[in-house]
């Protein structure tokens, strides 16, 4: 455990799903730096010195709420890579929930709301990227995406290393 490496927190995918974005993954990136599971990230840089807080925070959150609603609407061209853009206002509801009770803790980037996505290409020529994206709009169809919890992880540059994952329990639905 790495007690000292910034904790993310992100969006659990139901299984049908990972299958599904990590087979793109696998496909189209750069196979030297695909060492993550595909993943939806609410936050990126929370400070280690807090994980009990996070985790007290986190496992409130998912005790409450019932899984989202979510959708793939869309396929995000990010100049150097390709992403499916994820609507859930369920999700961003929670994700603002605990940004409320993370004031203070974040980064200017945490700090604003974010684009939800999965990425599945990154960090390669804009070309490269522009004949992905074409090719993933052109069969692309808007469809549900199962999210079925929320997880958290020390960012130690390379892969990441697993603090805990929590699955939805709870009724609220916003």
Avoid: C
Avoid at 110 to 133: F, G, M, S, W
Avoid at 154 to 167: D, H, K, L, N
């Amino acid at each position: 455990m790495n007690a000292s490496a910034p904790v993310i927190v992100t969006a659990l995918m139901g299984k049908s799903d990972q299958i599904w974005a990590d087979g793109l993954r696998t496909a189209h990136f750069p196979p030297e730096r695909n060492y993550l599971a595909a993943h939806i990230t609410l936050f990126h840089h929370l400070p280690p010195t807090h994980l009990p807080e996070i985790k007290a925070r986190i496992a409130a959150v998912t005790r409450d709420w019932a899984a989202p609603p979510a959708w793939l609407s869309d396929v995000m061209l990010l100049g150097r890579g390709v992403a499916f853009r994820v609507d859930s206002p369920g999700l961003l509801a929670m994700r603002d929930e605990l940004a409320d009770g993370f004031a203070g803790l974040l980064t200017p980037q945490d700090q604003a709301r974010p684009r939800l996505h999965i990425t599945v290409q990154n960090k390669v020529e804009p070309p490269v990227a522009k004949a992905l994206h074409a090719e993933l709009f052109t069969q692309f169809q808007p469809r549900p995406l199962r999210i079925t919890g929320l997880s958290a992880h020390f960012y130690r540059g390379g892969p990441w290393e697993a603090i805990q994952s929590w699955t939805f329990s709870g009724r609220r639905k916003d």
